[in-house]
């Protein structure tokens, strides 16, 4: 089965490149040999019940329970009621006869996402919710290894301020908790305002995304000792590589290295003096900035060569403890991401 999309007919008008982006419409999922109508509250689909029900047990079920009646025929047509709104119904039917829109790794909106995992789950279609859940462990992995990866290109444009927060709310509702530790991290990370984290923050197409009180609590408790881990591991590591052999070589350097790394040189408001007030523990994507600032600063090879393994083995102690702010542990096994037991 080819989508409508990839194939014009001889007498459009329209180019196919439009035709590619223009996106579905409920009648697109009126099928004039569909053999069953999903009728939800305020649209209905003319789909194939062999379709539906090879991907869900719970469509199979429903099919043979509503075996078709006399009055409940369109067309001659079986007619089945769900309570589904509309637009959720479409998205799953959609994700079902075209599937190639839900790829892991690619741009999809957490919104879309999030409604696609309760459908999916609801309806136990495996292969959407597995595909759906592997994005999000892509998103908000669980090595520091992977959690590299999502500063690199394509993964790094694919977050927005408000995707840990929906991630934070999926994980704990649909129980896929080796996502929570770094949803909560990037959600304490990005900056949203406290206000914002208060009383909820909006996303792209402004739906006003908020955390139940429980998780909000929970990242807010979080948010606070990571300031405090910041603190803690920042001076400890500036304060052992001062000490060591390089930094006893390029010391005076590594001072003025220091505090450009401490310091928020790029608030204007605070006349180029202010103390980084950001929970940013594992920044890679300051690595350019920083060599750049190593080679003005005059540090020599030897010196920035131990320095920047020096930062990676910050980073793996810094990844050990980030769970624990959040009273988490990374999971030991697939699916497995528990609370620390005092
Ligand atoms: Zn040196």
Redesign the pocket.
């Known amino acids: 089965m080819s989508e409508p999309s990839d194939a014009p007919q001889a007498n459009d008008t329209v180019a196919p490149e439009t035709l590619s982006v223009s996106p579905l419409s409920y009648k697109d999922l009126w099928f004039d040999d569909g053999s069953i109508i999903l009728q939800s509250p305020t649209a209905s689909f003319r789909v194939h019940r062999s379709i539906l029900s090879f991907h869900s047990q719970v469509f199979r079920d429903m099919f043979v329970v509503s075996a078709p009646v006399e009055d409940a025929m369109v067309d001659g047509v079986p007619v089945v009621h769900v309570q589904d709104d509309a637009e959720s119904l479409f998205q799953l039917l959609k994700a079902l006869y075209f599937p190639r829109h839900i790829r892991k790794g690619t741009a999809m909106e957490m919104s879309l996402v999030v409604l696609l995992i309760e459908m999916a789950t609801k309806y136990m279609v495996d292969f959407l919710r597995d595909e759906l859940v592997s994005h999000l462990r892509l998103l908000f992995p669980s090595t520091l290894e992977d959690y590299l990866k999502t500063w690199e290109a394509p993964l790094k444009d694919i977050c927005c301020k408000t995707d840990g927060l929906y991630a934070v709310e999926v994980a704990v509702k649909f129980g896929i908790p080796e996502i929570l530790p770094m949803a909560l991290y990037e959600s304490a990370r990005l900056e949203s305002t406290l206000e914002e984290l208060l009383y909820g923050t909006r996303d792209v197409d402004d739906t006003l995304v908020q955390l139940s009180s429980a998780n909000l609590k929970t990242l807010l408790l979080g948010q606070h000792r990571l300031h405090g881990l910041k603190r803690r591991l920042s001076f400890k590591f500036i304060r052992e590589y001062l000490a060591g052999e390089?930094g006893?070589?390029?010391q005076q350097?590594?001072g003025d290295l220091f505090v450009h790394l401490l310091v928020d040189d790029t608030d204007e408001d605070s006349n180029g003096v202010c103390f980084e007030d950001d929970v940013d523990l594992i920044v890679p994507k300051r690595r350019n900035a920083r060599h750049n600032l190593v080679s003005a600063l005059g540090?020599?090879?030897?010196?920035?060569d131990e320095f920047w393994q020096a930062e990676k083995a910050s980073w793996e102690t810094v990844w050990e403890e980030i769970p624990k702010c959040f009273g988490l542990e990374w999971p030991t096994g697939p699916g497995q991401a528990v609370p620390v037991s005092n």
Do not use: E, Y
């Open positions: 390089a006893m070589h390029c350097k590594f540090i020599c090879d030897t010196c920035s």
